[in-house]
């Protein structure tokens, strides 16, 4: 079996979105792989990277320390796994059979806002970004002495 771990320095990472890595680890804890995370301005940027890395790997299960509530929500909708880790435990070091397993949502924190922050991300609910470069309709009028 296959599980990924949020991760920083070697240590499981405090939080599964804002970790700078991702270490691939076998059921013996030998790590097969370490995926470094393209640093981004936006949170939905990083979890379509871990997304993409989840299924490249086709990983089973996921251990996480901390973890919003919508991302464990798509993480369960794809059969992935999720057990919970104390402290910053050494990945090394974690025993996957004595981790306790998370089947609740509850587990889950809440957003600290509604979307992204990012009015280009294109996700539902959020507003595309306008240019002042691009007419607008209806605005041209407004500029005195101005003509369509």
């Known amino acids: 079996m296959l599980y990924a771990v949020p991760c920083r320095d070697l240590h499981v990472g405090n939080h ?3 970790s700078p890595e991702i270490a691939i680890v076998d059921q013996q804890r030998q790590i097969k792989q370490i995926v470094p995370l393209v640093e981004s301005d936006t949170s939905c940027n ?10 490249s790997y086709d990983v089973e299960a996921v251990v996480v320390r901390h973890i919003g509530k919508k991302m464990l929500a798509h993480l369960f909708n794809n ?4 057990l919970a880790s104390t402290g910053k435990a050494e990945i090394g070091t974690l025993d996957f059979d004595n981790l ?6 509850d587990y889950g924190r809440e ?21 002042i470069l691009m007419p607008q309709p209806n605005q041209l009028g407004a500029i005195r002495g101005f003509r369509k």
């Open 46 to 55: 990083k979890k379509k990277q871990w997304i993409s890395v989840l299924r």
């Open 111 to 131: 957003p600290r806002n509604s979307g992204c922050g990012n009015k280009t991300c294109g996700a539902k609910g959020h507003k595309k970004q306008t240019s």
């Open 16 to 18: 599964f979105a804002r």
């Open 100 to 105: 306790r397993e998370v089947t609740d949502l």
């Open 79 to 82: 059969d992935i796994r999720v």
